[in-house]
């Protein structure tokens, strides 16, 4: 029963991302590209409702009609599609969709992760987390994670992005945490926004 509880979050967190491609997408695809789309989303749709009846309590009735290792598959193959078409997508401090994505593309301990996530908002110079933006890219490289302070103080925002960054000992957590999980981590200084993070995660072999 673990390792049917275990496919179940493992669908819940994919799930999750499914709904990211959905809202970031929802309105703004290429008219080249839209009969591709427009599957994913009707089979995106399908899987929903199926999963929604495994999170109901209903798993163990439901396991030998439903099939939630098939089921599970099929939503990696929903996702793969979708990040084929958009390789990018950028939502707020959300916890449960950062989650959702790691589990998708890479393996290791989150709780590390999250401690990394942890000390960039701490080091803010808004402090909140809701001001927080991922823009999450993903090649055949691996996984590009670049963070940036999303607070419109004043018209500030090149200070107050770079009140995110943590400097010196800050940093240097930083990039061995993120050397522990087999990643790295990197400032970026740009001219419009100024300085931001690249967390960096090699693709799984």
Do not use: W
């Not at 049917?4 to 979050?9: A, G, L, P, T």
């Amino acid at each position: 029963m673990s390792d049917i509880n275990s496919c179940i979050h493992d669908i819940r967190n994919k799930i999750t991302l499914l709904q990211c491609f959905q809202e970031q997408f929802e309105g703004k695809v290429p008219h080249s590209e839209t009969a591709s789309y427009e599957k994913c989303l009707q089979q995106m749709s399908y899987l929903l409702d199926r999963v929604y009846l495994l999170a109901n309590g209903e798993e163990s009735i439901l396991l030998e009609k439903v099939g939630i290792r098939e089921l599970n598959l099929h939503l990696l193959e929903c996702l793969r599609d979708l990040n084929t078409l958009y390789p990018r997508i950028i939502f707020n401090y959300d916890y449960e969709k950062v989650e959702a994505i790691l589990d998708f593309y890479i393996d290791f301990d989150k709780s590390l992760f999250f401690q990394v996530l942890d000390n960039l908002v701490s080091n803010s110079a808004n402090a909140q987390a809701d001001m927080v933006e991922y823009n999450l890219s993903v090649g055949d490289e691996g996984l590009h994670i670049v963070i940036r302070d999303n607070g419109q103080g004043q018209g500030q925002r090149s200070s107050r992005s770079s009140g995110m960054i943590p400097h010196g000992q800050g940093l240097e957590i930083v990039q061995r945490n993120m050397n522990r999980m087999n990643g790295s981590a990197s400032m970026l200084n740009t001219q419009d926004e100024g300085y931001l993070v690249n967390l960096f995660f090699p693709r799984i072999p």
